[in-house]
């Protein structure tokens, strides 16, 4: 199959009104697609896309690119807590874990599980390859010359992704996570045991980094389920064929440390929900009609 041949501006207008797509402005359209890439604003036609590959008869450019601008503006919230919830369990793990095997115990992989030292060792190179690759840092500079380049863990993870630090996490003792686990439980107000948390970590990781690159959330179906507690699986409904980024919204509530962060974010998300009230369409992000209930109970 050779690779299709470059359009322009009012050649991608012309297949979007042969498709069915309504256009009210030229203009409009056009510095539309010239903001956004016709190839990335056509993922968000998905849920108005007919079997013979023709759009719905509602279907029109205002309202995609209102779907659009709801989900780029989702993914900066959902980016904000998602930091915020790092810095968490980074501190969490951190501290735990040097308060038992000392500041540089992370690098010895005897304190780790035996079935995950090729792992471990995976992810020590790659913190020394953060180390080089941030030389000009003013904390990694300060270590290399006064410390002898020695990071003590909560330094370290300062360098961890997510992604990393729910793979020390992944690779740790039954009792330490179990230890880390509890301490975290108390905080956030929600019990979990540690194979849930770690499930937990290893699904924030993929929606991180899905809004990292502002990858398309609305009308996506996540792959993986997380291993939520069973009082939130009875208060929520659980479609493993249909796994929306209203069911990852869960995580995040599971592992915010500040209650009233969580309750401010549901509030801004009820607002850009309203903003967007005409253009988007609550199924298609598996929202139900009483969300605002399901995100603020607290499942007694």
């Known amino acids: 199959m ?10 991608q207008i012309n297949k979007l009104i042969e498709r069915g797509c ?15 890439n016709y190839y990335r604003l056509s993922a968000y036609f998905l849920p108005f896309k007919q079997s013979d590959g023709s759009y719905m008869s509602d279907t029109n450019l205002e309202r995609i690119s209102g779907i ?15 930091e915020e919830i790092e810095v968490f369990i980074k501190t969490q793990i951190a501290y735990y874990h040097s308060l038992t095997y000392g500041a540089l115990g992370y690098l010895d992989s005897n304190n780790f599980l035996p079935t995950k030292a090729d792992k471990h060792k995976d992810l020590i190179d790659l913190f020394n390859r953060e180390v080089q690759n941030n030389s000009d840092t003013l904390f990694v500079k ?10 003590p863990l909560w330094v370290a993870v300062e360098l961890f992704t997510l992604g990393n ?10 009792a330490d996570k179990k230890l880390i686990c509890k301490n975290i439980t108390e905080l956030t107000g929600y019990e979990y045991q540690y194979k849930q948390l770690e499930s ?30 069973k009082y939130v699986s009875k208060e ?50 598996g929202f139900p009609t009483n969300w605002k209930d399901e995100l603020l109970s607290s499942f007694t």
């Open 200 to 229: 937990l970590l290893f699904c924030l990781t993929h929606l991180r980094n899905k809004c990292a690159h502002f990858t398309r959330l609305y009308y996506h179906k996540f792959g993986t389920i997380p291993k939520f507690p």
């Open 22 to 36: 309504e256009i009210k402005s030229q203009d409009y359209a056009v510095n539309v697609l010239k903001r956004v």
């Open 2 to 11: 050779d690779v299709k041949e470059h359009n322009t501006y009012e050649e």
């Open 236 to 285: 929520i409904k659980i479609n493993p064929n249909n796994m929306r980024i209203y069911q990852y919204l869960f995580i995040l509530k599971l592992l915010t440390p500040v209650p009233d962060r969580w309750n401010n974010f549901v509030t801004e998300l009820e607002a850009l929900i309203d903003t967007y009230s005409q253009q988007i369409n609550l199924k298609h992000i």
């Open 165 to 174: 630090i729910s793979q020390f996490y992944s690779q740790m003792t039954a």
């Open 68 to 82: 659009y601008e709801f989900d780029k503006r989702l993914t900066v919230m959902l980016c904000g807590l998602i």
């Open 142 to 151: 300060h270590h290399n010359k006064n410390y002898n380049g020695q990071f």
